[in-house]
């Protein structure tokens, strides 16, 4: 019975959040059977496909001990340039390019501040959150870019009857998986999340893995202004404000830790879909949106809370009950 009771602490812990869910979505469905349908179900995977490739970014970085603040700006400013050159080329190859080349870009300077400067991750791409929006309304002036023509077939296409979004989110789950499954890249962001100084002692180049963490991150986050802008037909340079935000919580909801070195790309899908699912039902329900703020913000300070309370508090206690018995 022991053992029993040790096996299904350690399934729960292991596929919690699966769990959660399922008995989300069965939930769901019983509150507003539309919630069900093909079209329904369609939609919030296309709505959730951008912030779930920022959130697959974040996650890599935070397993790494990293952040960035800065993803729903550079999303804009990649976006609205990968736009601009469509309008000027009519190429979509190059224009897609673009919106990854300016990402990758932005986050390398990230990448300079943090790693080369050691400036805290926080400070560094907060300061570039606000660059980028500034860049972004700069070359706009202010103003959407409309008429996009062929241009959105990166966010309202489809192949073979699949929506190239859903596409493009499912590659970079793959991709997510791979590199921090099976590569040693992968292995060195969870030892410098893990521990920093005992990854440099162990011959990891710190430095270099961060760039490599940022410009992933980048290529990331370009890739998500093209869909974003794409899908609602328009160059916003006022676009995905918060969007940062939403990738934390479904990156943090997914399991992964903001003490950095756990983590993974499963959890994070996992933790996006069930911050769309609560969004979809309560649009469902008719919630207000004032409310839904509120919810959402409750939701990342409960997933922190749990967090910081598995490392630094249960498992002292379990320990202590366990040396009492």
């Given at each position: 019975?022991?053992?029993?009771?040790?096996?299904?602490?350690?399934?729960?812990?292991?596929?919690?959040?699966?769990?959660?869910?399922?008995?989300?979505?069965?939930?769901?469905?019983?509150?507003?059977?539309?919630?069900l349908?093909?079209?329904?179900?369609?939609?919030?995977?296309?709505?959730?496909?951008?912030?779930?490739?920022?959130?697959?970014?974040?996650?890599?970085?935070?397993?790494?001990?990293?952040?960035?603040?800065?993803?729903?700006?550079?999303?804009?400013?990649?976006?609205?340039?990968?736009?601009?050159?469509?309008?000027?080329?009519e190429?979509?190859?190059?224009?897609?390019?673009?919106?990854?080349?300016?990402?990758?870009?932005?986050?390398?300077?990230?990448?300079v501040?943090?790693?080369?400067?050691?400036?805290?991750?926080?400070?560094?791409?907060?300061?570039?959150?606000?660059?980028?929006?500034?860049?972004?309304?700069?070359?706009?002036?202010?103003?959407?870019?409309l008429?996009?023509?062929?241009y959105?077939?990166?966010?309202?296409?489809?192949?073979?009857?699949?929506?190239?979004p859903?596409?493009?989110?499912?590659?970079?789950?793959?991709?997510?998986?791979?590199?921090?499954?099976?590569?040693?890249?992968?292995?060195?962001?969870?030892?410098?999340?893990?521990?920093?100084?005992?990854?440099?002692?162990?011959?990891?180049?710190?430095?270099?893995?961060?760039?490599?963490?940022?410009?992933?991150?980048?290529?990331?986050v370009?890739?998500?202004?093209?869909?974003?802008?794409?899908?609602?037909?328009?160059?916003?340079?006022?676009?995905?404000?918060?969007?940062?935000?939403?990738?934390?919580?479904?990156?943090?909801?997914?399991?992964?830790?903001?003490?950095?070195?756990?983590?993974?790309?499963?959890?994070?899908?996992?933790?996006?879909?069930?911050?769309?699912?609560?969004?979809?039902?309560?649009?469902?329900?008719?919630?207000?949106?004032?409310?839904?703020?509120?919810?959402?913000?409750?939701?990342?300070?409960?997933?922190?809370?749990?967090?910081?309370?598995?490392?630094?508090?249960?498992?002292?206690?379990?320990?202590?009950?366990?040396?009492?018995?």
């Open positions: 019975m022991k053992q029993l009771g040790l096996k299904w602490q350690q399934f729960r812990k292991k596929y919690n959040i699966y769990l959660v869910l399922i008995v989300l979505f069965l939930i769901c469905s019983v509150i507003n059977p539309n919630f349908s093909i079209t329904n179900l369609s939609n919030i995977s296309r709505q959730l496909a951008v912030t779930t490739i920022l959130a697959f970014g974040a996650t890599i970085l935070i397993i790494g001990g990293m952040l960035d603040l800065s993803a729903g700006s550079v999303l804009a400013l990649s976006g609205v340039l990968s736009v601009s050159c469509y309008k000027s080329t190429s979509l190859l190059l224009s897609f390019l673009v919106g990854v080349a300016v990402g990758i870009f932005c986050n390398l300077i990230n990448a501040m943090v790693a080369s400067f050691h400036t805290p991750p926080f400070i560094a791409t907060l300061a570039m959150l606000t660059m980028a929006r500034g860049a972004a309304l700069l070359y706009t002036k202010g103003q959407n870019i008429q996009l023509g062929n959105v077939v990166f966010g309202q296409g489809s192949i073979f009857g699949i929506p190239t859903i596409i493009f989110l499912v590659l970079i789950l793959i991709i997510t998986w791979y590199t921090l499954r099976h590569t040693r890249f992968g292995r060195s962001m969870y030892a410098i999340g893990g521990n920093e100084e005992t990854a440099i002692a162990s011959g990891i180049s710190v430095k270099k893995m961060k760039y490599i963490a940022y410009a992933i991150n980048g290529a990331f370009g890739l998500s202004g093209v869909l974003f802008m794409s899908r609602v037909n328009a160059g916003l340079p006022n676009g995905a404000v918060n969007y940062e935000f939403q990738a934390l919580t479904a990156a943090i909801i997914g399991g992964t830790s903001f003490s950095g070195g756990i983590g993974t790309a499963s959890g994070t899908l996992a933790g996006a879909f069930i911050v769309g699912f609560l969004d979809n039902i309560m649009n469902l329900a008719g919630v207000d949106s004032y409310v839904q703020q509120i919810v959402r913000g409750a939701i990342i300070a409960l997933a922190v809370i749990y967090d910081i309370g598995i490392k630094n508090h249960w498992k002292p206690l379990s320990k202590v009950s366990k040396a009492a018995s």
